[in-house]
């Protein structure tokens, strides 16, 4: 087959079409910069010590220093953040002293924040693993999604998956803000790794595949890196003017729906296209760039023949494939 980029080569370097693709694609890396890093401040612990229903149920009330052991970290004598001195009476008097964990739930400061999932799920002392772990289940999306979206995106095309996937990152966000347990969070935050890794995979493709050589190296090394990069940046300043775990899962979720109108605006990849055997289509996409660009396309961009040949050489990868592992395992 003929040289792709020798064939594109009208279009220019830097035009009107390259420039759109470049921005719109790297400002859909703005969420994936912000998703995995959220847990920081949703599931964040704030200081906090066992509820006694005898006395004031506020953080720090009078009479919790009589009532909780203390006990030393960093060098700060603190309320024992996780047991309790027994109630009097329920033992004889040589006993009262004797502790026993936080049986009627957990008091939290209030000070940074109004909610977190920890203070929702009271995901401390015994139950502080879980935390932790739901951010580890985020990652086992990642996992899965970094395994799956080259697939479903040869399968189905890159667009698609792209549109798709934001998608799933945005609406399943926003559903994971109205959970009502810890299960339910952590199932709903696995399928928001999916998305965004498979989000961000099918951007970086797509761009790669749109632009022309000068501007894909820019694209890949500056473009979505960046934008990734200015999603943490956001993160923090969401975080400091909303301290309620679901509103700021909610504010973060939002920008994902301002990305639809693109969906008119950036279009499949013609090189994903001639792999199909769609070459109107492809032709009819580069003929549109082309006229952005203030070029006059050639009557005929695209050869079948050459086509043809991409086909023969795409479904030769897949046959051999499985013979090559075939003979791997032999080997061994």
Sequence with gaps: MRDYEEVTSFLGQWGPFQRLMYILLSLSSIPNGYVGMAMVFLADIPPHHCRLPFLNSSYGGPGYNLSLPTQEVKGEVILSRCSRYTE???LDAESIQSTERCLDGFVFSKERYVSTIVTEWNLVCEDAWKAPFSVTVFFFGVLTGSFLSGIISDRYGRKFIFFATMAVQTIFSVIQAASNSWEMFSVLYFIVGMGQIANYCAAFILGSE???KSCRI???????????????????LFAYFIRDWRRLLLALSVPGFLYIP???????SPRWLLSQGRVEEAEAIIS???KKNGITPPDVIFKRDDTAELMVTKCLIKVEIPVITLHLADAF
């Design 88 to 90: 009097r009476g329920a």
């Design 210 to 212: 749109l632009l022309n």
């Design 218 to 236: 820019s694209f890949a090394t500056l473009g979505v890196s960046l934008s990734y990069a200015f999603g943490y940046v956001c993160l923090p």
């Design 262 to 268: 693109m969906w008119w605006f950036i279009p499949e």
């Design 288 to 290: 549109a760039a082309a």
